[in-house]
Nanobody, 125 residues
């Protein structure tokens, strides 16, 4: 599956952004999907994931309550609504498809085998 993330930008602390990820190729609805982020000099870290059905999500503690993941299988789209943004949220954000053989609930990038190109989110203080 090919993934294309978009929607990043520059926002002030406390602001909101909505990231989108367009999928094509393999059947999008077959895959659980996730969002990761990577700040300069840091490892890629898990943000959130959503079950292929849309019923089931989990989040990193750092974003729980502020970010919401969702998907529209009819449109082959994945979303990440980000509210109450903080400077610590500044990173390149990536969407990814969970490898089918990987167990639901993984937070490791190694468990995801298809990746988008990333979209930059910058939160100014």
């Amino acid at each position: 599956v090919q993934l294309q993330a978009s929607g990043g930008g520059l926002v002030q602390t406390g602001g909101s952004l909505r990231l989108s990820c367009a999928a094509s190729g393999r059947t999008f609805s077959n895959y659980a999907m996730g969002w990761f982020r990577q700040a300069p000099g840091k490892e890629r870290e898990f943000v959130s994931a959503i079950h292929w059905s849309g019923y089931g999500t989990y989040y990193a503690d750092s974003v729980n309550g502020r970010f919401t993941i969702s998907r529209d299988n009819a449109k082959n789209m994945l979303y990440l609504q980000m509210n109450s943004l903080e400077p610590e949220d500044t990173a390149v954000y990536y969407c990814a498809a969970l490898t089918p053989s990987t167990g639901w609930g993984t937070r490791s990038p190694d468990g995801f085998n298809y990746w988008g190109q990333g979209t930059q989110v910058t939160v100014s203080s």
